[in-house]
């Protein structure tokens, strides 16, 4: 099974920051690589597919990028609405397993 | 509107099953991949299962293959989840979520909470 490490699990931000929250694979994945939101209570929303692509709707601050084994979601300005849990999942093979989560959490 | 209900969770006692469902509406079912995915309390997110669109191909983890089955009845819009020989570690909510053809997972339900308990 490919494991997914995401760093770090947890940082405390600002907002109007950049903050980068970092996923690596254990093996090549290519650019399957997907990246989640979630808040307490809710279902996980998709933010970014096949590493870089943007799910529709999403403000533009969010990107990613990456390829092989290590990838990165960028929020370029955090946003009030953005603090929460943010999961990596690798869909190259099944298991599509997800990282640990890293957890955004106000300064 | 995509929209995904799940039913069907539950408590039960360990060694017992459980029939997850999840009714789809809004899109055509039958030409999407679709997904079971997990979260047990205050953890993280696991994937369980997928199956494709015409139930071809199905994927589970090693860690339940044999006692988790995903089904699926494209002419009633619906998804199954067969979960039996539960253990207090099953205990999480379960999510119905589909697959718009990158893999990824575009829509997802509210999800249903399995409480494993004697």
């Known amino acids: 099974d490919i494991q997914m490490t995401q760093s770090p699990s947890s940082l405390s931000a600002s907002v109007g920051d950049r903050v980068t929250i970092t996923c690596r694979a254990s093996q090549s994945i290519s650019r399957y690589l997907n990246w989640y939101q979630q808040k307490p209570g809710k279902a996980p929303k998709l933010l970014i597919y096949?590493?870089?692509s943007s799910q529709s709707g999403v403000p533009s601050r969010f990107s990613g990028s990456g390829s092989g084994t290590d990838f990165t979601l960028t929020i370029s300005s955090l946003q009030p609405e953005d603090f929460a849990t943010y999961y990596c999942q690798q869909s190259f093979s099944a298991p599509r397993t997800f990282g640990q989560g890293t957890k955004v959490e106000i300064k | 509107e995509v929209q995904l209900v799940e039913s069907g969770g539950g408590l039960v006692k360990p060694g017992g099953s459980l029939r997850l469902s999840c009714a789809a509406s809004?899109?055509?079912?039958?030409?999407?991949?679709m997904n079971w995915v997990r979260q047990a309390p205050g953890k993280g997110l696991e994937w369980v299962s997928s199956i494709s669109s015409s139930s071809s191909f199905i994927y589970y983890p090693d860690s339940l293959k044999g006692r988790f089955t995903v089904s699926r009845d494209n002419a009633k819009n619906s998804l199954y989840l067969q979960m039996n020989s539960l253990r207090a570690e099953d205990t999480a909510v379960y999510y119905c979520?589909?697959?718009?053809?990158?893999?990824?997972?575009?829509?997802w339900g509210q999800g249903t909470l399995v409480t494993v308990s004697s």
């Open positions: 809004g899109f055509t079912l039958s030409s999407y991949s």
């Open positions: 979520a589909r697959d718009p053809g990158t893999a990824a997972i575009d829509y």
């Open positions: 096949t590493a870089s």
